[in-house]
């Protein structure tokens, strides 16, 4: 059964840095959109950052475009998600998600477009 196993994650003052892994060892990486969520105290989930299948198109919420990038290593199974910057409004629970569906500009920041996620971890950003 395919599985998301995400690492990294903490605790990082404000500019800080923090980089979160997606493990997807089972995955046919290279055919699955992959996105990160996250979700905040209160808050519902929302898109960060989305890597499609197809053309290699990347796509950033407007809140961590210049701060957050996303890579893949289909090789190697595995996404990552560099955050720079880091902004106390960044803490939540952080999420990979895949997706055989092609995704698109409209559409990768809607959570029912993914059936893989992984397990969740935390970032707090804090002084």
């Known amino acids: 059964q395919e599985q998301l196993v995400q690492s990294g994650g903490g605790l990082v003052q404000p500019g800080g840095s923090l980089r979160l892994s997606c493990a997807a060892p089972?995955?046919?990486?290279?055919?699955?959109?992959i996105a990160w969520f996250r979700q905040g105290p209160g808050k519902e989930r929302e898109g960060v950052s989305c890597a499609s299948s197809g053309d290699g198109s990347t796509y950033y919420s407007d809140s961590v475009k210049g701060r957050f990038t996303i890579s893949r290593d289909n090789d190697k199974k595995m996404v990552y998600l560099q955050m720079n910057s880091l902004k106390p409004e960044d803490t939540a629970i952080y999420y990979c998600?895949?997706?055989?569906?092609?995704?698109?500009?409209?559409?990768?920041?809607?959570?029912?477009?993914?059936?893989?996620w992984g397990q969740g971890t935390q970032v707090t950003v804090s002084s």
């Open positions: 089972e995955f046919t990486l290279d055919l699955y959109a």
């Open positions: 998600a895949a997706t055989l569906i092609d995704v698109y500009e409209d559409t990768w920041y809607t959570p029912g477009e993914y059936d893989y």
